[in-house]
């Protein structure tokens, strides 16, 4: 089954006696948003009978609750992303599939420091040498607090149909069960207080892969120099056990981001266009709740 971060989904095929169309609920989403949440999957449905298997299949879904659908195709698929759309379905976002060779990274550099976006220095700045450990259960509160307030640019944030505030809480719920699953969480402490202030998830994908599945930067931080020595610290660290690349997936509604990836040495390998689908309840209209998106640099599946 596909996983998720460290969910997983179970596909079925529409029509039920072997279809090309597969579709899984996403219990989490369903739990977090209070409303059904489906992922469907369309690239073995032919081009010219994507439309009606999609309609067929939308029609059987309640009309008393409001539906979410998402799905994902790669950027050159134009003629299935025309018939998602006849269906109703929107482009949310463009994402970026990025690898690194790991052992391009060098030994750190001298110590220097980085100021935070309040332009403080001296002891209550970050060094850009900070100390990186790998996540305790004591940790696991101000890992909650960081997925919880640093992301403003990523698909479901940037969707107005979406409450932003059950938005917040899929990231943090998104951490806690990386962290309970045995998903390895590296964390980068302030050199003086020790305060958490970024964190990187870490996904094997094979034996020398590994998938950087999500990553949290305090916003106050978001802007300073220590970020870039964070994650050439876990690329160091990763390497070290042996992965010979990492992978990312970064959200073109989010340049900072981008940049960042490539200035680390990240290179786009494939670009997937990602589309939502949201039918209100029978009866009622189809009002947006989310605000608008900001550009932070912060990154998620």
């Known amino acids: 089954m596909p ?25 989490w989403e369903c739990e977090t948003f209070g409303f059904p949440f489906f992922q469907i999957e369309v690239d073995r449905v032919p081009p010219e009978r994507l439309a009606m298997l999609v309609g067929q299949w939308l029609a059987t879904l309640p009309d008393d609750q409001p539906v979410f659908v998402q799905t ?19 482009p949310i976002e463009v994402s970026y599939f990025m690898r690194l060779a790991l052992n ?23 060094r850009s040498v900070g ?36 938005c917040d809480r899929r990231m943090r719920q998104w951490v806690a069960n990386s962290f309970h699953s045995g998903e390895q969480i590296l964390l980068y402490e302030h050199r003086d207080s020790r305060e958490v202030l970024g964190f990187v998830c870490c996904q094997p994908s094979s034996r020398t892969e590994v998938y950087f599945s999500l990553t949290a930067i305090d916003p106050a931080w978001q802007a300073s120099g220590f970020v870039i020595p ?32 490539a200035s ?24 947006p709740a989310a605000p608008a998106p900001t550009n932070r640099p912060n990154r998620q599946r």
């Open 72 to 90: 994902a195709l790669p950027t050159n698929q134009l003629d299935r992303a025309a018939a998602l759309c006849g269906c109703g379905f929107y």
């Open 264 to 287: 680390l040495g990240f290179r786009p390998q494939q670009t997937v266009t990602r589309f939502h689908y949201f039918r209100p309840p029978r009866g009622t209209t189809n009002t």
């Open 3 to 27: 996983t998720i971060g460290s969910f997983q989904l179970d596909f079925q095929p529409f029509p039920p006696d072997g279809g090309s169309l597969r579709v899984a609920a996403v219990p």
């Open 131 to 166: 100390r990186l450990r790998e996540a305790q259960p004591s940790d696991l509160p101000r890992l909650e607090q960081l997925a919880g307030s640093a992301f403003t640019a990523v698909r479901l944030h940037v969707d107005p149909h979406l409450p932003r505030a059950a």
């Open 230 to 261: 964070m994650f050439e610290a876990a690329f160091r660290h990763c390497a070290t056990q042996g992965y010979r690349t990492g992978t990312l997936r970064c959200s073109a509604n989010n340049r900072g981001s981008f940049n960042l990836a």
């Open 104 to 126: 391009q990274m060098s030994a750190p550099t001298a110590d220097t420091e980085a100021t935070s976006s309040s332009g403080e220095s001296g002891s209550a700045a970050v």
